[in-house]
């Protein structure tokens, strides 16, 4: 949270003290070439499309706290935005803060206030004049506040043990908070943390693993270690030991996106990666992998997986 996450931003207050060319900037919008990303903050269209959803919201949350006249207490989704850890769907439009219920929960402008009884007891961690709820925190709000998938995902990124420096939130943590909690959301928190892995390397992987429980499947072994021909280790997204079968989600970025390249064309991406497949093929029975659109229907997931021969205790869902 050191840092924002993009630093070429044009602010009205920051000019130098020269007065702005507001014919000049309505030019400049209106041809796309800036895009306004809070009141008197604007960006290059290619440095604010070149970064994710996520770092987008972080971005806002920034501009925000740095206008904002009162101390914040960021929170929820901001909160989560700024430690990294990811969502489905589309970020909110206003950025969260906690206020206590004397104060008011009322959404107004850019921010969206989150009334709680619990706000004296919250704690936060310091950040520029305002704080922000610690991850533990924020997770378990969003896990207590969402449905379940969404929570899931939330305690998934939290735990997340391959982040760079070390997962935000330990097991033993999580646990002991929601065991304590009480009131509302506490039994979705409960759900939720009690499905939720340190083991899962992305938002899809968690929706993966969500979606195959809900469908009947046997729960998977998450993160299985293969041996492979060339003696390099190979690590599954989903393995069932009893039934010999691998699971992968193939997201789109490991074609596309420049870290996971590491120098590669996509071309020699796709070929590592089907050398890959093939050598784990010679070790088990089935080998099952699936993209984004099966997630977004229920019955392409259970299709592909039962007609590998993965047993399920439910039938297959409807349209």
């Not at 269209?45 to 770092?55: F, I, Q, T, V």
């Not at 925190?137 to 990124?157: K, N, P, Y």
């Not at 939290?158 to 002991?176: D, F, Q, Y």
């Not at 497949?277 to 099966?294: G, K």
Request: proline content about 6%.
């Amino acid at each position: 949270m050191d840092e924002p996450p993009l630093a070429t931003v044009f602010r009205r207050r920051e000019n130098d003290g020269e007065p702005v060319n507001d014919r000049r900037l309505r030019a400049r919008l209106a041809g796309g070439d800036l895009v306004r990303i809070a009141p008197g903050a604007f960006a290059t269209r290619a440095d604010w499309e070149a970064l994710s959803p996520m770092a987008r919201h972080a971005q806002r949350v920034w501009e925000a706290a740095a206008r904002a006249r009162s101390e914040l207490v960021i929170s929820h989704a901001a909160a989560a935005a700024l430690y990294g850890i990811d969502r489905i769907g589309p970020w909110p439009e206003r950025i969260d803060v906690s206020t206590g219920i004397s104060s008011g929960g009322r959404s107004s402008g850019e921010f969206r206030r989150r009334g709680r009884g619990d706000i004296a007891h919250i704690v936060g961690i310091p950040w520029q004049r305002h704080s922000v709820t610690t991850p533990l925190q924020t997770a378990v709000d969003l896990s207590a506040d969402s449905r379940f998938l969404d929570g899931v995902v939330a305690l998934d990124q939290a735990l997340w043990s391959k982040r760079a420096a070390g997962a935000l939130v330990s097991g033993a943590a999580l646990e002991e908070h929601v065991g304590g909690m009480s009131g509302r959301g506490c039994a979705r928190a409960a759900r939720a943390a009690g499905f939720a892995t340190s083991l899962a390397d992305s938002v899809r992987e968690s929706q993966s693993r969500v979606l195959i429980g809900m469908l009947g499947f046997p729960p998977p072994e998450l993160q299985a270690c293969f041996v492979l021909s060339n003696g390099r280790d190979a690590f599954t997204d989903f393995f069932w030991r009893d039934h010999r079968h691998i699971g992968e989600f193939d997201g789109a970025g490991k074609y596309r996106d420049p870290q996971l390249l590491r120098g590669r064309t996509p071309e020699e991406v796709l070929l590592a990666e089907k050398d890959r497949e093939d050598d784990l093929r010679r070790q088990v029975r089935a080998f099952s992998r699936w993209r984004l659109p099966a997630l977004r229907s229920p019955r392409a997931l259970y299709d592909i997986l039962h007609g590998a021969g993965l047993p399920t205790t439910r039938p297959r869902p409807g349209r």
